[in-house]
């Protein structure tokens, strides 16, 4: 089932500007992952928080994660058109069985 | 460069056709996912293994069957395949000791007429 929610599930920004994206969740993870998807590809992973972190950065990345209330945010800063793709949050049991997906945040960055 | 391969990129079949797909992964990961994703409706889970021989049902597994005889290779067998099983497939792997970081293979688009 369908445990993980991204908002917006579309979202369109000019190229240097910041877009963020939210994800909820309804399980208790272990950490949560953020996936890129470039149209028609396989997706990639991103950045991991686990669940005992807050805030994590990784170059123009910055993930936020709320434990308390399910949520965890994805931060793209200075976007590029380059970083127009489909973006997934993943949530993660301690076993590595439970990979919850949800639908994905389309996001469209143009020059 | 790490990988996880997967056999066709394009199939075209008949209804009723019996479809294999493969997906072959150079990690030495345990555990191994397929995954088909439609428009709208995101990833979702159809089978998964943790180990050679083993598998588990996801939220979809009805009109598949999988089948993992050595721990490189995961195949997913649609044994009559139908129109609405027409659908991107992806295949993914992750290490259990690890952080369970999913790589996936670039996807089979497979169109069932």
């Known amino acids: 089932s369908q445990q993980g929610e991204e908002d917006p599930q579309a979202l369109s920004i000019q190229e240097g500007e910041n877009a963020t994206m939210n994800c909820s969740y309804k399980t208790s993870i272990n950490n949560l992952q953020w996936y890129r998807q470039n149209s028609g590809r396989g997706l990639v992973h991103l950045i991991l928080i686990r669940s005992n972190e807050r805030e994590k950065h990784s170059g123009r990345l910055r993930v936020t994660l709320d434990t308390s209330k399910k949520s965890s945010s994805l931060l793209i800063t200075a976007s590029r058109a380059a970083d127009t793709a489909s973006y997934f949050c993943?949530?993660?049991?301690?076993?590595?069985?439970?990979?919850?997906f949800g639908k994905g945040t389309t996001l469209s960055v143009s020059s | 460069d790490v990988k996880v391969t997967q056999s066709s990129r394009y199939l075209v079949k008949r209804t009723g056709e019996k479809v294999f797909l493969e997906c072959v992964q150079d990690?030495?990961?345990?555990?191994m996912f397929w995954y088909r994703q439609d428009p709208g409706l995101g990833l979702r889970l159809i089978y998964f293994?943790?180990?050679?021989?083993?598998?588990e049902k996801g939220d979809i597994p009805e009109g598949y069957s999988v089948s993992r005889e050595k721990k490189e290779r995961f195949s997913l067998i649609l044994e009559s395949a139908s129109t609405n099983q027409t659908s991107m497939y992806l295949c993914?792997?992750?290490?259990?000791?690890?952080?369970?970081?999913?790589?996936f293979g670039a996807g089979s688009r497979l169109t069932v007429l």
């Open positions: 990690m030495d990961h345990e555990n």
């Open positions: 293994s943790y180990d050679v021989k083993m598998k």
């Open positions: 993914a792997s992750s290490d259990r000791a690890g952080a369970n970081v999913l790589t």
């Open positions: 993943v949530a993660a049991n301690q076993a590595g069985t439970a990979l919850i």
